[in-house]
């Protein structure tokens, strides 16, 4: 079970720090993607990080915004998302890819991934 943090309501221009977590078990064997879902939208894909973190991927509507790293000590997957905008506002999701691969897939589509945790929300708004 994936269970998401750090969502909150920021203006824009602001930073926020989304947090993955497992319960019971550990990231470190699996690449983890993280997606949103905007407001009558359909769900996008954010990034993607390796188990190792060596390889990591970015939708271009978000890339020099937002970093996504492993923190290793506590096993979470973490969203680095800087310069935010009103359209970056949704449900911010994280999930493993289907199969538990360690890599992430070449396409950040939603359907190469499950394990969805619950999501965060995320509002970008003055």
């Known amino acids: 079970q994936l269970m998401e943090s750090g969502g909150g309501l920021v203006q824009p221009g602001g930073s926020l720090r989304l947090s993955c977590a497992a319960s019971?078990?550990?990231?470190?064997?699996?690449?983890i993607g993280w997606f949103r879902q905007a407001p009558g939208k359909e769900r996008e894909g954010v990034s993607c990080?390796?188990?190792?973190?060596?390889?990591?991927n970015y939708a271009d509507s978000v890339k020099g915004r937002f970093t996504i790293s492993r923190d290793i000590v506590k096993s979470t997957v973490l969203l680095q998302m800087n310069s935010l905008k009103p359209e970056d506002t949704g449900v911010y999701y994280c999930?493993?890819?289907?199969?538990?691969?360690?890599?992430?897939?070449?396409?950040?589509?939603?359907?190469?991934?499950?394990?969805w945790g619950q999501g965060t929300h995320v509002t970008v708004s003055s």
């Open positions: 999930a493993t890819t289907i199969g538990g691969s360690r890599w992430c897939p070449g396409s950040l589509s939603g359907s190469l991934f499950s394990s």
């Open positions: 019971g078990s550990t990231l470190a064997s699996y690449a």
């Open positions: 990080i390796s188990s190792s973190g060596a390889s990591t």
